[in-house]
């Protein structure tokens, strides 16, 4: 079992559309929770990060982390076609941030 | 700000040869800087940590002979493939850490490399 599991997708949603992007985990002792986007060919850009359970919001961007379950998830509302990437979550540990244990990526297809 | 460079973006190469990787932090300083691979349709995974002027701490199944990794400096750390094999063909990407932002890694853009 993967320690970080996400979808691959691909998710198609018309332009306007509320995106949920989800992510489990199997290590209870991740503390920090991140999402990643990723155009083609380019490296992952830092969207936002949590740390422990609860909501974050950025913009159109919200996160939540749910430690009970094991689950994460990202919310973008009012979706463009610009919004076009792979999402990546990432996962780490409270001890000094030397790893993130990555899932495979969610890609994301905004149609205008 | 928080900007990381790699050069060079892409590059072939004959069997054998070896390729170097460079990475560089351009307006803050880092004290440890990651090395990933990815695969096509796989998640990134981390190979290496490099930290400023020591040895850096590899992951199991990596093999430190033949990706060896430098971090000469702050702002910059170096992976070569040595020897590289058409299997070694990937998506390399680093990753810098800032000092005072411990839980952030900013990332390059990467080099794709391809081993004929």
């Known amino acids: 079992q993967k320690e970080v599991e996400q979808d691959p997708g691909p998710l198609s949603v018309p332009e306007g559309a509320i995106v949920s992007l989800n992510c489990t985990y199997s290590?209870?002792?991740?503390?920090?929770f991140m999402w990643y986007r990723q155009y083609s060919r380019k490296g992952p850009e830092l969207l936002m990060y949590?740390?422990?359970?609860g909501n974050k919001e950025d913009g159109r961007f919200t996160a939540q982390v749910d430690k009970s379950s094991k689950y994460i998830s990202l919310f973008i509302r009012d979706s463009q076609p610009s919004d076009s990437a792979t999402y990546l979550c990432a996962c780490a540990m409270n001890t000094g941030f030397q790893k993130l244990v990555f899932g495979t990526g969610t890609r994301l297809l905004v149609s205008p | 700000g928080a900007v990381v460079s790699q050069h060079p973006s892409w590059v072939i190469c004959k069997s054998g040869t070896s390729v170097k990787i460079e990475c560089r932090s351009l307006?803050?300083?880092?004290?440890?800087m990651f090395w990933y691979r990815q695969f096509p349709k796989q998640s990134l995974m981390l190979m290496a940590t490099s930290n400023e002027g020591s040895k850096a701490t590899y992951e199991q199944g990596v093999e430190k002979d033949k990706f060896l990794i430098n971090h000469a400096s702050l702002t910059l750390s170096t992976l070569t493939v040595t020897s590289a094999h058409p299997e070694d063909s990937s998506f390399y990407i680093c990753?810098?850490?800032?000092?005072?932002?411990?839980?952030?890694?900013?990332f390059g853009p990467g080099t794709r490399l391809l081993v004929l």
């Open positions: 290590n209870s002792a991740f503390q920090y």
């Open positions: 990753s810098a850490r800032e000092v005072a932002r411990r839980e952030t890694q900013y």
């Open positions: 307006d803050f300083q880092a004290t440890t």
């Open positions: 949590t740390y422990s359970s």
